[in-house]
């Protein structure tokens, strides 16, 4: 239901829900459906009316099991792949010009789904808005959080006129920039950790080709490595690929220095040869769209007593680069019900949410900058490949007892820090493995050919 006042006879609990992102819409799906009374307060328009794509900023995002199983706990997953391309693995565009494929996984469903983020949110917000406790209020900023009431001050983007909104539970699902983390945390021994990368992004597109048909492969994600920049690209249903172009903002070369035609096409000529020739629009595009901004936040509390909490972004930004940070947010919200359920007293369960989050999601960030290094400088490497086909042959021979990180990070939803332990056992196993297999064989080589020379000096 879109805007409107909520009857003063409705006895439910009542939830006010600032941000009606990936995080936001998603959870107010699942408190609807727990018996809440919903207001979701948004500062943008409604995004199935005005797309904010439009503006250079669509952002695909991979969606993979963590995000995939919340979304089917509430009915939606259907709906959401209908509109997404699978991608059965990476195909990396090295500086050398050799193109090589690496699968996702082993299995058939080890893959991810390449979705643009409007339309996703368009499904969630639907499937909220369908609920009868339900209530969007596009085009208002939360401005002031009481998070003793709890209460938030949302003013409207339209006319400037402000209104105080009380609520039994006010959760922050306002992005990596949380308006509502800020004042929850106002005054209390919170701690509070936000890095910036010094490279952002920008959004490039491959358009379809003349002939209607994708200029690349498109069930994928197309990696191009480099020192300088990276590039990745996400699949469409039309066939067109949406890049995200990653770069320093200062040195050389850097965003910084790309600002004329010239400038655009030396870059790409030397760096991205094979992509520039797939993008008509990069000249445009570079000097158009928008830089976007790239942040780790490690924050806690992520609570207070049973009135306000937080999820998805707000509560832990992670750098794009294992492309699990929506995943998470999705896993937030369920998570969350299952501690509202498991706990009769909010208090409780908003603790045990934390409890059961926090120390996950501070593992995503790690993985997550790690993941950086690894498609910037090393994915084309001899090394890498052959590490990851010998993770794939154990994994296949060895099945639930040998899972690669990749496979446990974006294939199950194993807690990351459990992912991380895991694979951190496994290195040392196949590390010894390899130990023992050179000791075995120096002692061998040793043996026969001291057996050799006694064999010879008895002759
Ligand atoms: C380039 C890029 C690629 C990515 N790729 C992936 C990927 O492949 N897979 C993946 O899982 N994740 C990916 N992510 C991460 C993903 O986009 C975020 O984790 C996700 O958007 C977080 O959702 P959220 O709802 O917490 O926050 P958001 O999506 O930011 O939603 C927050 C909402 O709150 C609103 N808001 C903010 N302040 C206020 C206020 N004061 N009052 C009212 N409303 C407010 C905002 O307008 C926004 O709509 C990617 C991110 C980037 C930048
Ligand atoms: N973890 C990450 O690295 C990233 C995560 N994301 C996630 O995806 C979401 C949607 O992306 P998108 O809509 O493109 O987000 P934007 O980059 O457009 O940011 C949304 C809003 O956040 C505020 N903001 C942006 N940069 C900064 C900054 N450096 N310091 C303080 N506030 C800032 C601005 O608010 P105002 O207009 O009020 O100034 C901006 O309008 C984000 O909200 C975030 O949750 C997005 C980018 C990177
Ligand atoms: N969404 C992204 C955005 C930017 C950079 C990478 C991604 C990825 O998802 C990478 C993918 N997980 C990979 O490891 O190949």
Redesign the pocket.
């Known amino acids: 239901m879109m805007d409107g006042h909520r009857p003063t006879n409705d006895r439910r609990d009542r939830a006010v829900i600032v941000g009606a ?1 990936l995080a936001g819409s998603l959870a107010a799906v699942y408190l609807a459906r727990r018996g809440y009374a919903v207001d979701v307060y948004e500062r943008r328009d409604d995004p199935r009316l005005a797309p ?1 794509g439009l503006a250079g ?1 669509s ?1 695909n995002l991979g969606l993979s099991a963590r995000g995939m199983s919340a979304l089917r706990e509430v009915g939606l997953l259907d709906e959401v792949l209908k509109r997404s391309v699978p991608m059965r693995g990476r195909v990396v565009h090295s500086p050398d010009g050799t193109v090589s494929f690496q699968p996702y996984g082993v299995r058939e469903h080890q893959i991810l789904h390449s979705v643009l ?1 409007d339309e996703l949110i368009a499904v969630v917000v639907d499937a909220a808005d369908a609920q009868p406790g339900v209530r969007f209020h596009f085009g208002w900023r939360m401005q002031r959080l009481d998070r003793d009431r709890p209460s938030v001050t949302v003013v409207s983007e339209a006319d400037g006129t402000s209104t105080e909104v009380t609520a039994d539970l006010v959760v922050g699902a306002d ?3 949380s308006t509502v983390r800020q004042q929850l945390q106002h005054g209390l021994r919170a701690n509070h950790a936000q890095e ?2 010094d490279w952002g992004y920008k959004e490039l597109t491959i358009p379809v080709g003349d002939d209607g048909q994708p200029r690349v492969r498109l069930e994928a994600l197309h990696v191009w490595p480099g020192e300088h920049a990276m590039m990745v690209a996400h699949p469409n249903l039309d066939g067109s690929l949406t890049c995200s172009l990653f770069m320093a903002f200062e040195g050389e070369p850097s965003l910084a220095t790309l600002t004329s035609p010239a400038a655009i096409r030396a870059f790409f000529q030397q760096h991205f040869p094979d992509a520039e020739a797939l993008m008509p629009h990069l000249v445009e595009e570079i000097l158009d769209h ?1 830089t ?6 490690r924050t806690a509390p992520w609570h207070h007593a049973d009135r306000v909490v937080l999820v ?3 509560a832990h ?4 680069f294992y492309g699990q ?1 929506m995943n998470s947010s999705f896993e937030d919200c369920l998570v969350l019900d299952q501690c509202l359920a498991a706990h009769p007293d909010r208090g409780a369960a908003l603790a045990a949410y934390q409890t059961a989050r926090k120390t996950h999601t501070d593992v995503l960030a790690d993985l997550s900058t790690q993941n950086f290094e690894d498609l910037r400088a090393r994915v084309h490497r001899p090394g890498y490949a052959l590490r990851a086909a010998a993770d794939r042959v154990l994994n296949r021979l060895l099945a639930d007892r040998w899972t690669p990180l990749y496979t446990m990070v974006a294939h199950t939803t194993t807690p990351y820090a459990e992912a991380l332990a895991r694979s951190r056992r496994q290195d040392r196993l196949l590390r010894w493995s390899a130990a023992g297999a050179v000791a075995a064989g120096t002692t061998l080589a040793y043996l026969t050919t001291r057996t050799l020379a006694r064999a010879g000096r008895g002759r």
């Open positions: 992102g904010a900023r952002i983020r992005g990596a920039f910036f990368l928008p976007g901004h790239l942040v780790t936040v998805g972004d707000a930004a992670v750098y794009p940070g």
